[in-house]
């Protein structure tokens, strides 16, 4: 499926359960893994926003599997073990809007140029090798539901008062030229605490941002523009979903 597929199956799907949301949970804290998520987090925003229950520290769009498949790659590089790589991926959740930031990895992961290109192209055509390697019988069913149980982990502990907990995430932001972009965030008990921003970057990660920034806006727009064109009384959706 293209992103486009995936938009026009989930789009509705994500309006109106976090409508559902809003609704019935307004304080509730949502995390949204279903993609495309540079244009899923927007609809769940604008729909939030419908409500009057919108907060931006409480709407998480999960990329945690971009900064797996980079923690992992690298620690196969250095011969390391993945589950003490932290590789920060920002940006978004699609092509080249995802942005490996691998000289800020822990621990250090220095690279030649050539190896840093091939692995940072890799990392964002990842979930492609699995649909080859499963001969177009799957795709990244495991390895996404792994994903979402580790940010999920991460958010409950940070909420139960866990210090010191860090996950990059597609949030409302300002740190980049575009509404929502993905950096490493300080959760807490009411979700976002600090966005630790972009951090220090080569000539070579700020032209990946330079280039990825034009297809951000675009998708966020189409996801904003989305839920503007629904049906709507008042606050509540006026046409139901069949599907759901």
């Known amino acids: 499926m293209t992103r486009d597929d995936l938009f026009n199956t989930n789009a509705s799907?994500?309006?109106?359960?976090?409508?559902?949301?809003?609704?019935?949970?307004?304080?509730?804290v949502i995390c949204v893994i279903s993609n495309p998520v540079n244009s899923t987090i927007p609809i769940a925003t604008e729909v939030f926003k419908k409500h009057g229950a919108y907060d931006p520290n409480k709407i998480f769009g999960v990329t945690t599997l971009d900064?797996?498949?980079?923690?992992?790659?690298?620690?196969?590089?250095?011969?390391?073990?993945?589950?003490?790589?932290?590789?920060?991926?920002?940006?978004?959740?699609?092509?080249?809007?995802?942005?490996?930031?691998?000289?800020?990895?822990?621990?250090?992961?220095?690279?030649?140029?050539?190896?840093?290109?091939?692995?940072?192209?890799?990392?964002?055509?990842a979930g492609t090798e699995v649909v080859k390697a499963k001969a177009g019988a799957g795709s990244a069913t495991l390895s996404m539901a792994y994903a979402g149980a580790r940010f999920v982990f991460s958010l409950a502990g940070a909420m139960n008062g866990k210090e010191?907990?860090?996950?990059?995430?597609?949030v409302k932001s300002q740190e980049a030229d575009c509404a929502y972009f993905s950096t490493p965030l300080l959760l807490g008990k009411k979700g976002i605490k600090k966005n630790l921003g972009i951090g220090k970057i080569s000539p070579f990660e700020e032209k990946m941002i330079a280039e990825a920034i034009p297809e951000l806006k675009a998708s966020i727009k189409k996801g904003e523009e989305f839920v503007k064109n629904m049906k709507?009384?008042?606050?509540q959706l006026a046409v139901r979903f069949p599907n759901l």
């Open 13 to 28: 799907i994500v309006a109106t359960l976090t409508a559902a949301c809003a609704q019935h949970g307004p304080e509730a």
């Open 67 to 125: 900064i797996v498949r980079a923690n992992t790659f690298i620690a196969e590089l250095k011969g390391l073990d993945p589950t003490r790589v932290n590789v920060p991926v920002i940006g978004g959740d699609a092509g080249k809007t995802v942005i490996p930031l691998i000289p800020q990895c822990a621990p250090e992961a220095d690279l030649p140029q050539d190896p840093l290109t091939a692995v940072t192209g890799r990392i964002p055509e």
């Open 164 to 170: 010191g907990v860090v996950e990059c995430s597609f």
């Open 232 to 235: 709507w009384k008042g606050s």
